[in-house]
């Protein structure tokens, strides 16, 4: 299901990939033909501005023309005004033509000029024409007069006085000719001097007019030159700033696309790492499932063939008791009712061993068992073996041979190894119907190997597969006793004392069973004092367990344990013999069952909490429980000290124990200061500290003389006087215990009696000092 999602989510990837390349290829070719649009429209632009440029050169060029062909005026004739006028109303109309990029009214004034420029051409002209008739006049009338001056003699002149000599001459009067050239030079100087006058007004106009034309000609040539090159400029600022935009813009996203790709490359090939990952994880998933789907079936047909074993197994004897003792009940005669009661006796002893073979298994499987080392003689243990085998083995008419060939001391779990060749010889016994059975102990240095071979029935290729598995019966064994479990237990030993079991056997010519246990030889002085730091690893003080429970049978077990090893365990059935009890004992460590009749042990944990009777507040609690229905993480939760799961062993009791002890015991074993603050709580403080000082020295002093005289009714008496008052400041856990002992079942001795008042006046003198302090401080 999760590869199913992963391979739908990739493929949502990928196709959301492509999606998004796909859009970033549309926007390159968007940007791409907006970039193109955004160049065609530059340029057009451009082609205006050139074209702008060359109507301003050729109005340049017109109006340069047009001046050129004004300077040569004084040459003009009618078809030169009517030329010039041509081109300058040309001029007029390309000048027109920049009215939409300039301003209109300076447009205006250089028409203007040109204008009143070619009037000023017309008039020179018509100056000039005028000048011409006059001079083709004078041409005309100067040759009639110098003929006419021919023909006239002039008068000579006389002077006046005598005979002429002395007088002035007489002046001679003009000829008709002579008047006509004078009258004509003056008419003609009159007029070409006017000619001349207009003639220099006009030049001067002109001048005046080409001298304005050109300077609005050059400030609108050179302002349209500057617009010209402003636009150009701008264009060219455009086509940049457009080629820059272009570069980023096309390069961001092909740099976008590019890194995209690395991503969605990455990104995918993550994912497809994962979907493997997956897949085998689905592929191994499947295959555990596949497993343990085979386990379960395995299992469910064991438990299947188990509880047929168990059943069938367990009804021969039963049915055996149950039929006796009903033959019991109604025999009268006394040999046959102690021979009933014999064979009662005898069945209930095979269910017994049944029944431990059963548990012992089951302790087993569930890893419940560890190795018991403890040191052990190999060959006195073959010589027990051989002992204990040897009459089955005569019974059936069978050559037993059991062999050690080393005989050393070796450090191991004696019972177990003595219970693996056990089994081993059993069933080799059991079915071998003719031949031999032999055992082969040896040690090597580092492990131990046992060796056990028969002559019997052999067994298949098929068989020694299944021969190890729990509640497997052979076509062999169906007329023998027992589940089924002794190979089992056999295999299950070896490895939990980390050796290996190897099984080489032929049908219809026997079976070898090899055993190798890793081993060492043992030190006896040294393997001593290991036991004792080992199994009972808080040896330097003896502490002290209550325990909670309502099976009479496991309270009796849990108090053998403890007694084992010096610890005492009191045990109670209820919650008021355990609260009583803790009322006159702090004890190191409480263990309570989970599930009892009348109380749990998550209720039993709050009454302890919220109680003020002894240590009951801090007291470690362990809960012992064999239901499955809580983890141990979900009881530590809940407060518990820690967890003991039945059944247990010794080994895990002590453990157990033990931790608890390390985390919570030691550190609770100080003891408590007195606490004065219930006391001064209210009166005088000053005047109640010194009178507890007074009255606890008095005290004392009675119970320390009580004490050398071994007075147990006044140790009785001060103890129930104090008891009380002692209790307000937390101080009375030693008046507790000499009350215990003085109210003990059991007699107990002056010493030890001595030791506990000795322990009562510490407290007494503790309470005086803190008295003193408390004064001393103020309070």
């Known amino acids: ?97 920049f009215k939409t990029v300039y301003p209109a009214e300076r447009i205006d004034s250089v028409r203007h000029l040109l204008e009143s420029k070619e009037n000023l051409l017309c008039s020179i002209v018509e100056v000039l024409n005028k000048q011409e008739n006059l001079n083709r006049e004078i041409a005309k009338r100067v040759p009639f007069i110098a003929a006419k001056s021919t023909q006239e003699q002039p008068k000579k002149t006389k002077r006046k006085g005598f005979l002429g000599l002395f007088g002035k001459k007489e002046k001679s009067k003009p000829t008709a000719t002579t008047s006509m050239l004078h009258a004509l030079n003056r008419k003609e100087i009159t007029q070409q001097q006017a000619q001349s006058r207009r003639l220099s007004e006009h030049a001067d106009s002109l001048a005046m007019r080409n001298s304005e034309l050109n300077r609005q000609l050059q400030s609108l040539i050179g302002q349209m030159d500057r617009k010209v090159e402003r636009d150009l400029q701008k264009r060219e600022a455009e086509i940049t700033a457009m080629r820059e935009r272009s570069f980023f813009q096309i390069g961001g996203l092909t740099g976008f696309l590019f890194l995209l790709l690395v991503v969605s490359y990455i990104i995918i090939h993550r994912d497809i790492r994962r979907i493997k990952r997956y897949k085998a994880k689905t592929v191994n998933l499947i295959r555990q499932l596949h497993e343990s789907d085979m386990r379960n079936r395995e299992l469910i047909s064991s438990r299947k063939r188990a509880m047929h074993t168990i059943t069938h197994e367990l009804r021969t004897p039963l049915t055996a008791i149950h039929g006796y003792a009903e033959l019991i009940a109604n025999g009268e005669n006394a040999t046959q009712t102690e021979r009933y009661s014999g064979n009662i006796r005898q069945a209930s002893q095979r269910m017994i061993a049944m029944l431990n073979t059963l548990l012992d298994f089951f302790r087993l499987d569930s890893g419940k068992e560890s190795a018991n080392t403890s040191p052990f003689r190999l060959q006195g243990m073959a010589d027990a073996l051989s002992a204990e085998f040897a009459p089955l083995a005569e019974t059936k008419d069978l050559c037993l041979t059991v062999e050690c060939n080393t005989d050393v001391i070796l450090m191991g779990d004696k019972e177990r190894i003595m219970q693996v060749s056990a089994n081993l010889l059993s069933n080799a016994i059991k079915f071998t119907q003719a031949g031999s059975v032999s055992l082969r102990m040896d040690y090597n240095g580092n492990n131990l190997s046992i060796v056990v071979e028969d002559t019997g029935s052999g067994m298949s290729e098929e068989e020694q597969q299944r021969v190890f598995g729990a509640f497997e019966r052979l076509s062999n064994a ?210 109640m500290l010194d009178k507890l000082k007074t009255e606890t020295e008095k005290d004392m002093q009675a119970i320390s003389d009580a004490g050398e005289r071994c007075d ?51 407290m007494g003198d503790k309470i005086v000092e803190q008295a003193k302090k408390r004064k001393e401080d103020g309070l």
């Open 1 to 97: 299901m999760r590869s199913t999602i992963g391979t739908k989510f990739l493929r949502t990837l990928i196709a959301a990939g492509y999606l998004l390349m796909c859009l970033l290829a549309v926007g390159i070719m968007y940007l791409w033909f907006y970039e193109w649009k955004e160049i065609e429209a530059l340029e057009t632009e451009n082609r205006r501005i050139n074209a702008f440029r060359q109507e301003v050169h050729l109005v340049y060029g017109e109006m340069t023309g047009l001046s050129l062909l004004g300077e040569s005026v004084l040459e003009w004739e009618d078809e030169d005004l009517e030329h010039y006028h041509i081109r300058r109303m040309a001029v007029d109309s390309l000048l027109c033509r």
């Open 712 to 762: 147990r009714k006044e140790l009785d008496m001060q103890v129930h006087r104090l008891r009380s008052s002692w209790a307000v400041i937390r101080a009375d856990k030693p008046l507790w215990e000499l009350h215990r002992l003085l109210h003990s079942d059991t007699e107990c001795s002056d010493n030890e009696i001595q030791h506990t008042v000795n322990a009562v006046l510490a």
């Open 478 to 687: 169906a007329t023998q006793d027992g589940f089924g479990l002794g190979l089992s237990i056999v295999k299950r030993i070896v490895d939990m004392l980390g050796g290996t079991v190897r099984l080489e056997s032929k049908k219809g010519r026997g079976s070898r069973f090899t055993i190798e246990i890793p081993m060492q030889t043992a030190d006896i002085a040294v393997i001593e004092k290991k036991e004792v730091q080992e199994q009972y690893p808080y040896s330097e003080r003896a502490y002290s367990v209550i325990m909670l429970d309502d099976n009479d049978i496991l309270l009796s077990m849990a108090m053998d344990m403890y007694a084992h090893y010096g610890i005492r365990c009191d045990v109670c059935t209820n919650t008021s013999d355990l609260m009583e009890a803790m009322r006159t004992k702090d004890y190191d460590l409480l263990i309570t069952d989970l599930k009892m009749p009348e109380i749990n042990g998550f209720e039993v944990l709050e009454l302890l909490r919220s109680s003020h009777v002894g240590n009951s507040k801090t007291i470690p609690v362990i809960v012992a429980t064999a239901s499955g229905s809580c983890t141990e993480e979900e009881l530590l939760a809940h407060g518990f000290s820690a967890c003991l799961f039945k059944p247990f062993g010794l080994s895990e009791l002590l453990a157990v124990s033990g931790k608890c002890l390390s985390v919570s015991s030691v550190k609770n074993n100080k003891e408590k200061q007195p606490d004065l603050s219930s006391l001064l709580a209210y009166g005088d403080k000053v005047t």
